[in-house]
């Protein structure tokens, strides 16, 4: 299967620290998306890497690529309370877009 | 306007019944997408539709059956359901020039 396996599977944090997120895949790719989902609710883009790119930012995120590895990582920094959410990593090949196991970042206000 | 919209967003039913769910994108967008997550937040895509065309079919039941009445519309039909269909679905579209997914609220389904 392509599914991504996420580390960790759950991440707490003070508020204003940095969470970093990872994500492994198995086979080569188009491109690497992160999504946020909050509880209950659908997934949201956050922002998306393509397979010949190392890095990329928007915002307070900080997207990484390493293809030779087949892993990507998400930095969010000076993280907030509103940034609880489960964020996933995905994998696109040919329009399909394969998701990974996500991780449950909670910040402590 | 809800970018992407899907009815019902709750629907509990007992086994053996049909349910449908159906699906709306105002995006403009080629292709949609059908996604099942489980209990413990596995997604797992279970079709894909371009202007009207299947295609991606991953291995899900026959029971389920989507339809695509025109691009804009892709909806989910689910025959003689079971305990383990218990989920909640999310409907996708895709932004062909840059590859985001754009989804919808999901609809919680209990098979009782």
């Known amino acids: 299967s392509q599914q991504g396996e996420e580390d960790p599977q759950a991440l707490s944090i003070q508020e204003g620290e940095n969470a970093t997120m990872n994500c492994s895949y198995k086979?080569?790719?188009?491109?690497l998306q992160w999504y946020r989902q909050n509880s209950g609710r659908g997934l949201v883009h956050l922002i998306l890497?393509?397979?010949?790119?190392r890095e990329k930012h928007s915002g307070r995120l900080r997207v990484t690529l390493d293809t030779s590895k087949k892993s990507s990582s998400l930095l969010i920094t000076a993280s907030r309370a509103a940034d609880t959410a489960s964020y996933f990593c995905?994998?696109?090949?040919?329009?399909?877009?394969?998701f990974g196991t996500g991780t449950r970042l909670t910040i402590i206000p | 306007d809800t970018a992407v919209s899907q009815t019902p967003k709750y629907l509990v039913t007992q086994m053996g019944n049909d349910k449908s769910i159906k699906c709306e994108q105002n995006?403009?967008?080629?292709?949609m997408y059908w996604y099942k997550q489980d209990s413990k937040k596995f997604l797992k895509i279970m079709f894909s539709?371009?202007?009207?065309?299947?295609?991606i079919n991953e291995t899900v039941p026959n029971r389920f059956s989507p339809k695509s009445p025109d691009k804009a519309h892709l909806n989910l039909h689910i025959n003689s359901l079971e305990l383990g269909d218990s989920a909640v679905y999310f409907c996708?579209?895709?932004?062909?020039?840059?590859?985001?997914?754009?989804f919808g609220e999901g609809s919680r389904l209990t098979v009782l």
């Open positions: 996708a579209s895709r932004q062909s020039n840059t590859g985001e997914l754009f």
């Open positions: 086979t080569s790719i188009n491109n």
């Open positions: 890497i393509r397979s010949n790119e």
């Open positions: 995905a994998t696109e090949i040919y329009e399909k877009l394969t």
């Open positions: 995006l403009g967008h080629d292709t």
């Open positions: 539709y371009n202007n009207k065309e299947l295609i």
